[in-house]
C-alpha cells in the first residue's frame, strides 16, 4: 500500500514539471540547448595544452605521419604556438606551420634527423634555442611572408645552424629557394648579402654597409747615421701596413773637420781617420803631413825611427814595392820562385818584391837583379802605381811636359797620374822623371792614388 502512494506522488511531481514548461513553449517555441562541439580526428593526434590566453600549445605529436601539417586551430580554439620539444626526434620529413603561430619553442624540432623541409608562416616571430638542432638535412625553409619579415624572426643562433644555414623562399623571391650568406664591411669595401639560388644559381647581392674605412696607427722610426727615416701606418683593424714620410739618413758626425776617430752619434769607427804622426820632421802644416798620417795609420810605413820619417831621404826600389804592398793589403805573391839575386829571403822587402813581380808591377832592372837599394825615381813609383791600378788607358793625350815622351816607357802612366791628381809634376811644364822620389813624395803619390 505505502509503495503505491511514493508512485502516485513522483508521478504527479513529473507531471506539474511537465505543465510548467507548457508556457514557455507556448511563449516563444522550442528552447535552445547548448551545443558540444566534436574534435575533427586528424587534430587528436597532436597533445595540446592551454596558453593564459586561452588558445593552444603544441605539446607533443602522436601520430605517424611522414609530412606534418599542423592544424591552425583545434576544438575551433587557435593554435599559436609549438611548445618546447613538441617533435623532438620524431621521423618525419616535413612540417607546416599555419597562420596564427607566433612561436616555436626550444628543441620542438631537435633530432629530428629526416626532416627536410618545413613551412612557415609569417605570423612566426620567434624560434627558440635548439629548435632544429641536428637537424642535418634539412634543406629548404619556405617563408609565407616577405625577405624582409624573415629577417626579423628572432632565431635563436644556438642550436639552430641547420635553420639558419638552409636555403629560404620567401613570397617576394619569385619562387627562387635562396642560400643566404653575409659578407661584413672591411676597411676597403661595404658589407653586403649574397642570394643564391640552390635550383637554378640566379645570384642576388645587396648592400647593407658602406666600407669601414682604414684606422692607422703610427710608429716614427728615426733615421740612424747609415738608414733612413720613416714613418710606418698599420692599421688596427685589417693588419695594412703602409711605410713612407722618408727621411735621408744623417750621416756620420766625424767632427766639424772629418778627422774623429769615432761618429759622435753612432760610435763607428772613422775610416778616415789617421792618428796623428809622432814624427818631429813632419811639421803640422807640411804637404806630406797628411799622407804620412794616413800611411802610419795603415801600417804602410813606420818612419826610419821612432821619431823620424825622413821625408826628403831618397825612397829606394825596396821602400817602393814595400809601401804598394803594404797599401794593397800585403797579398800572398802568386810566384814563389825569386828571380832576382839579390833580393834574399828574410829581407822585409822580400814577399813585396815577389808580390810586384808577379802582379806585373816590376821586372827588375834586370833578369836577375832587381837593385833593391837604388833610389826610385820619379817616372819609376809613377809606373809602378799605374801598373799596380791594372795599367787603366788615360783619357787625356794632352801631355803638358816637355820631358816626356811619347816614346818613353812611363809616358801612359805620368798622362794617368796626372789625369787623377796623384802628380802635377814639378812645375807646369816638367814632370823630372829621372829626379829621385823622396819618401815624402812616394806617400803622396801612395795616399792620393788610393783616395782618387
Not at 340 to 352: I, L, P, W
Amino acid at each position: 500500500m505505502i509503495k503505491r502512494l511514493i508512485s502516485l506522488v513522483l508521478a504527479s511531481l513529473f507531471l506539474v514539471g511537465i505543465i510548467s514548461l507548457i508556457p514557455a513553449y507556448a511563449a516563444g517555441g522550442a528552447a535552445e540547448l547548448p551545443e558540444v562541439p566534436i574534435e575533427d580526428p586528424s587534430t587528436k593526434v597532436f597533445k595540446r595544452t592551454k596558453n593564459e590566453d586561452k588558445t593552444f600549445r603544441i605539446t607533443g605529436y602522436t601520430g605517424s605521419a611522414d609530412e606534418v601539417t599542423v592544424p591552425s586551430k583545434i576544438l575551433n580554439i587557435a593554435v599559436t604556438a609549438i611548445g618546447d620539444g613538441a617533435f623532438r626526434g620524431l621521423p618525419i620529413t616535413g612540417v607546416k606551420v599555419p597562420a596564427g603561430v607566433k612561436s616555436i619553442g626550444a628543441g620542438a624540432f631537435e633530432d629530428c634527423s629526416r626532416l627536410e623541409r618545413i613551412t612557415l608562416s609569417s605570423t612566426v616571430a620567434s624560434i627558440g634555442a635548439d629548435a632544429f638542432k641536428n637537424c642535418s638535412v634539412l634543406s629548404a625553409v619556405y617563408f609565407n611572408g616577405t625577405r624582409e619579415q624573415w629577417g626579423k624572426v628572432a632565431i635563436v643562433p644556438d642550436g639552430n645552424g641547420a635553420l639558419l644555414d638552409a636555403p629560404v623562399c620567401c613570397s617576394d623571391d619569385g619562387g627562387h629557394l635562396f642560400r643566404r650568406t653575409e659578407a661584413a664591411p672591411t676597411c676597403t669595401a661595404g658589407g653586403y648579402i649574397v642570394l643564391s639560388c640552390v635550383e637554378c644559381g640566379e645570384v642576388r647581392t645587396t648592400p647593407t654597409s658602406e666600407a669601414l674605412g682604414h684606422v692607422y696607427t703610427e710608429t716614427v722610426a728615426a733615421p740612424t747615421c747609415t738608414e733612413p727615416g720613416f714613418t710606418v701606418r698599420v692599421c688596427s683593424r685589417c693588419g695594412e701596413e703602409l711605410v713612407d714620410s722618408y727621411t735621408d739618413p744623417l750621416g756620420h758626425d766625424f767632427g766639424a773637420d772629418g778627422k774623429s776617430n769615432k761618429c759622435s752619434r753612432c760610435g763607428a769607427a772613422n775610416p778616415e781617420y789617421y792618428p796623428l804622426s809622432h814624427f818631429t820632421d813632419v811639421p803640422e802644416n807640411a804637404y806630406f803631413r797628411e799622407p804620412v798620417d794616413w800611411a802610419v795609420a795603415n801600417g804602410i810605413t813606420t818612419g826610419t825611427d821612432k821619431t823620424h820619417f825622413s821625408p826628403d831621404d831618397p825612397c829606394t826600389r825596396a821602400q817602393a814595392v814595400t809601401f804598394l804592398w803594404r797599401a794593397a793589403g800585403r797579398p800572398e805573391p802568386k810566384e814563389s820562385k825569386n828571380p832576382f839575386r839579390d833580393v834574399k829571403s828574410g829581407e822585409y822587402y822580400f814577399t813585396a818584391v815577389l808580390w810586384a813581380v808577379g802582379k806585373g808591377i816590376t821586372l827588375g832592372t834586370s833578369a836577375t837583379e832587381f837593385s833593391p837599394d837604388d833610389p826610385c825615381t820619379r817616372a819609376q813609383i809613377v809606373t809602378f802605381l799605374w801598373r799596380a791600378a791594372g795599367q787603366p788607358v788615360p783619357k787625356r793625350t794632352k801631355n803638358p811636359f816637355g820631358d816626356v815622351k811619347t816614346g818613353d816607357y812611363y809616358y801612359k802612366a805620368v798622362l794617368w797620374a796626372v789625369e787623377n791628381n796623384v802628380t802635377t809634376g814639378t812645375d807646369p811644364t816638367h814632370f823630372s822623371p829621372d829626379e829621385v822620389c823622396t819618401r815624402a813624395q812616394i806617400v803622396t803619390f801612395l795616399h792620393r792614388s788610393a783616395n782618387k
